[in-house]
């Protein structure tokens, strides 16, 4: 099959010429000493979508934030994935705060507030969040408005993985051992760029008792 190029891939090739170039225009010696090692200070475990990248949406340069993204920023005990990224970032990075990002307008969450089947394995990530709405049923179906309740549900979801995150035992031994690590629950909006802080932050396990956990 012959490649289609619309010159998309080609201009983020010349992007990234164009990218290198001025950051080696502002310091010399940027890519060498970023080469060296990362010592962020931070784990963000956000959603998959294209619009909230999130060096860019906290203005953290290269080596500032370590990353996993996933379909609606979930945290399931399962997920080798998240729990490697996580052991990595608490154990040998040592990262002090872990933000949970939603974003509103998500479109995982709203896929799980409805009944229809999803293509392909979706649904198999879905059901997870469905399993959210089941423990707020009665809350989020009082709410009349539906775009109310869709953005209480994002919120809701960014509060329930930053609970999953904290008594993950990762987390757990951590603060065990005595060390410096806080989670917290962030939630973006697409249509202003502004993060909303819901104050969920956890740095010990009184914290996740004074909420009920």
């Known amino acids: 099959m012959a490649f289609n190029d619309d010159g998309f891939y080609a201009k983020i090739l010349d992007n990234n010429k164009k990218w290198s170039a001025a950051k080696l225009n502002e310091d010399a010696e940027f890519f060498k000493k970023l080469a060296k090692g990362q010592a962020p200070p931070l784990l963000w475990i956000g959603c998959s979508d294209s619009r909230v990248p999130a060096n860019e949406v906290i203005g953290a340069a290269p080596g500032e934030v370590f990353v996993h993204r996933n379909i609606a920023n979930m945290v399931i005990h399962t997920d080798i994935n998240m729990l490697s990224v996580l052991d990595y970032a608490v154990n040998v990075l040592k990262v002090k705060h872990v933000i949970v990002c939603g974003h509103y307008g998500c479109g995982g969450v709203k896929?799980?507030?409805?009944?229809?089947?999803?293509?392909?394995?979706?649904?198999?990530?879905?059901?997870?969040?469905?399993?959210?709405?089941?423990?707020?049923r009665d809350y989020l179906d009082s709410i009349a408005n539906e775009e109310e309740r869709f953005n209480t549900f994002v919120e809701i979801n960014v509060k329930e993985q930053a609970f999953d995150l904290a008594q993950t035992s990762i987390v757990q031994n951590a603060w065990k051992n005595g060390q410096e690590l806080c989670v917290h629950g962030w939630v973006y909006g697409l249509d202003n760029g502004i993060v909303t802080d819901l104050e969920v932050t956890l740095c010990s396990n009184q914290d996740l008792a004074r909420l009920g956990r």
Request: no cysteine.
């Open 111 to 136: 896929a799980a507030m409805g009944n229809d089947q999803n293509p392909g394995i979706i649904d198999n990530w879905i059901r997870h969040i469905k399993d959210v709405y089941r423990l707020h």
